[in-house]
């Protein structure tokens, strides 16, 4: 899951840096970096001892060590295979080093994990409700934590209704689509998209970018922004407050690619030989008058 969730995203923006800049920055290097600052962190804060006292049981790592006082543990237990096997990371750190963090599970939800290996799972229930999962290399540290509790009671509790489960995981996964869907489009739609003319072809990356022939083009020219004509159909792409990048139309139905900044001069027209036409233009005037006399 580690290598999953930090190579991939990384290997997949950093082609994209790589496809719409002008500079180098390798994916692999992007998911290394990540990875292993992932591993840093996992290596300082998964435990690496458990020790008890007659008050307190400790569990040790590099970075800040977590105490939890005796008096306020009012369940102890093993947890199950079956029961581990539901639990699943919500927020933290699973890797060669144990897992911390915040998981959930079938039975439970919001489990602080400390563990340093994959057997020997055990739960603490304090008072307040808060649920400690710690994985000692001993076993047999349950039995004196219970020796210890004043009144250890059942780790039984009922299961959740799968479908009230499910439901709700769905609600979040909506919201998070609603709100973070529209925010990653937003970031590429605003960059400014690499031009790059030679003497075969003229060419925009990006989303919805430019890709035509120099010998396919039939006229270019520049036109003022107020000159453009209204396209109130977009069939593809992304219009955001001052741009517009995709595939639009006119009320006659003429198909039309932008890649426009709304109410920059001059706007360069390009139309092909099969009478489509590309409008692009940039932020600054004179980049764009500096593409099209490229």
């Known amino acids: 899951m580690t290598l999953i969730i930090g190579i991939l995203p990384t290997a997949f923006f950093g082609w994209k840096i790589i496809h719409h800049s002008s500079g180098f920055v390798s994916p692999w290097i992007l998911s290394f970096a990540l990875f292993l ?30 105490s939890i006082p005796l008096r306020e543990i009012k369940t102890v237990g093993i947890i199950s295979d079956k029961e581990k096997k539901t639990m699943w990371r919500s927020f933290g750190y699973s ?7 915040f998981f959930r599970s079938a039975h439970h939800t919001k489990l602080r994990v400390f563990a340093r290996r994959y057997n020997n799972w ?24 219970a020796a210890q509790i004043e009144h250890p009671e059942s780790l039984d509790e ?9 439901r709700r995981i769905s609600i979040k996964v909506v919201i998070a689509l609603c709100v973070f869907a529209p925010l990653i489009s937003i970031i590429p739609t605003y960059r400014e998209p690499k031009v790059i003319c030679d003497a075969a072809r003229f060419r925009v990356n990006g989303f919805y970018g430019i890709d035509i022939l120099l010998a396919d083009i039939a006229a270019v020219d520049t ?9 109130p159909l977009r069939t593809g792409g992304v219009s ?5 990048r995709g595939n639009f139309r006119t009320k006659d139905g003429d198909k039309a690619r932008l890649s426009i900044r709304s109410g ?17 233009n940039r932020k600054d005037p004179a980049e764009t008058r500096r593409i099209f006399e490229k």
């Open 223 to 231: 036109i003022a922004w107020k000159e453009m004509p209204a396209f």
């Open 122 to 145: 055990m739960m603490l229930i304090t008072v307040d409700g808060k649920k400690y999962v710690i994985a000692p290399d001993d076993a047999g540290l349950i039995n004196a934590l």
């Open 240 to 244: 955001l407050p001052g741009v517009h």
């Open 264 to 280: 920059s001069d001059p706007v360069i027209r390009i139309i092909d030989r099969s009478g489509k036409a590309y409008y692009l």
């Open 158 to 166: 009922p299961m959740e209704n799968m479908k009230t489960k499910l």
């Open 95 to 101: 890797g060669p080093f144990g897992y911390f963090g």
């Open 37 to 66: 600052i992932m591993s840093i962190v996992g290596f300082i804060c998964t435990p690496y001892k458990y020790i008890l006292i007659n008050t307190h049981l400790i569990v040790k790592r590099y970075w800040r060590d977590i």
